[in-house]
């Protein structure tokens, strides 16, 4: 991961990361089941990868399926990953053909070889495109991250390869997921909560946070637009004064 931008007034976000909340209350209200939801939920994610390659963010991380997901009724969990096995089936090609590369995040030993299979297909089918990096994040957590690249470092010393004095921020950043990626300039929750959930801990450090009532498969444009325009008007100062990056504000971040 590259170091912050520089301090500036926001324009269009390169990175923005988003938890895709309340695709199960939206069934609920219509008194539905949870996987029709998750289902309108999927429709939502084109949508969202459209507004991003139509505005130039050049990177986009969803929050799919969390660590903790892997607890809910064995019945959800199922539909969930036929859901994803579909999706990567159906939308690979689509998705290569709008010049979006994909990756996944998180702790794919968990998943059904067959659904391993399919993610390193679709990795290795779009490697190529420049357009959109898409990542998404599945059995991830921000713990998980944080002491997957603990490990790598500590094996690291054990070894002798590196000192324990050498291991800076820079250092650690580099073995935590999206490192090749600037960080997160926008983070979006739809479903209400005010909450990171364990999602990119390390990553969203100065990220811009930005939350909506809306239940995620309600999302659409006009929505993504309202949080792209309150992101524009933000000031970042990454530490510094106000005055120090130009703005009018004297307060320090
Ligand atoms: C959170 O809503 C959403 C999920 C746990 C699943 C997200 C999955 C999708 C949007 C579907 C497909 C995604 C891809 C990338 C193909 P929730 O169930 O916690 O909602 P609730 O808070 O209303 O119960």
Known sequence: MTDPAPPTRARIPRHIAIIMDGNGRWAQKRRRPRLIGHRAGARAVNTCIDFCLERGVRALTLFAFSSENWDRPQDEVGGLMKLFAGALEREVDELDRRGVRVRFIGERSRFAAGIRDRMA??????????????????????????????????????????????????????????????????????????????????????????????????????????????YARRERRFGLTGAQVGGNSEMSE
Do not use: C, K, M
């Open 121 to 230: 297909q679709a990795e290795a089918r779009t490697a190529h495109n420049d357009r959109l990096d898409l990542a998404v994040a599945v059995s991830y957590g921000g713990r998980w991250d944080i002491v997957q690249a603990a490990r790598t470092l500590a094996a690291d010393v054990a070894a002798g390869r590196i000192e324990v004095d050498a291991i800076d921020e820079a250092r650690f950043g580099a073995h935590v997921a999206l490192a090749d990626l600037p960080p997160p300039d926008l983070f979006i929750r739809t479903g209400g909560e005010l909450r990171i959930s364990n999602f990119l801990l390390w990553q969203l450090a100065y990220t811009e946070l930005w939350f909506t009532d809306l239940l995620w498969p309600d999302v659409d444009a006009a929505t993504l637009q309202a949080a792209l325009d309150d």
